[in-house]
Nanobody, 124 residues
Framework: QVQVVESGGDSVQAGGSLRLSCSAS?????KGWFRQVPGKEREGVAT???????TYADSGKGRFTISEDKADNTLYLQMNNLKSEDTARYYC?????????????????????WGQGTQVTVSS
C-alpha cells in the first residue's frame, strides 16, 4: 500500500508563491497534483510520468512547476503568481503501472493512491 502525504499549504496574498510537497512511500509510477473546491469536481493541475514527461492544465501553465526528487520519493508543486481562483484543497496522487497506461493523464481514475490534501487559500 502506498502512503501519500502532502504538505506546504498556507494562506497567501495574490501574487505570492507556495511550494507544495508530497511524500509517497513505495514504488509509484505516474504522479499528479489535483485540486478541489467544495461543490466542484476534483481537477488536474499537473502530472509527471515515470520517464519525466510533464503535463499541465491550462489553469497553471506558466505559473506552476511540477518536479520530483526520485532519491526520496518527493513530489513538488511550485506555484507562483497565485490568484484567488487557485484557492482549493490540493491533493497529490500516484498510480499503478496498469492505471498509468490505461487512462488519460488528468483523469482521476488513473490515480489509485491519494493523500488527505493540503489547503491553499489566496486572498486578493
Amino acid at each position: 500500500q502506498v502512503q501519500v502525504v502532502e504538505s506546504g499549504g498556507d494562506s497567501v496574498q495574490a501574487g505570492g508563491s507556495l511550494r507544495l510537497s508530497c511524500s509517497a512511500s513505495g514504488n509509484s509510477y505516474c504522479k499528479g497534483w489535483f485540486r478541489q473546491v467544495p461543490g466542484k469536481e476534483r481537477e488536474g493541475v499537473a502530472t509527471i510520468e515515470r520517464d519525466g514527461r510533464i503535463t499541465y492544465a491550462d489553469s497553471g501553465k506558466g505559473r506552476f512547476t511540477i518536479s520530483e526528487d526520485k532519491a526520496d520519493n518527493t513530489l513538488y508543486l511550485q506555484m507562483n503568481n497565485l490568484k484567488s481562483e487557485d484557492t482549493a484543497r490540493y491533493y497529490c496522487a500516484t498510480g499503478s503501472p496498469f492505471t498509468c497506461r490505461s487512462y488519460p493523464t488528468m483523469a482521476t481514475e488513473r490515480y489509485l493512491y491519494w493523500g488527505q490534501g493540503t489547503q491553499v487559500t489566496v486572498s486578493s
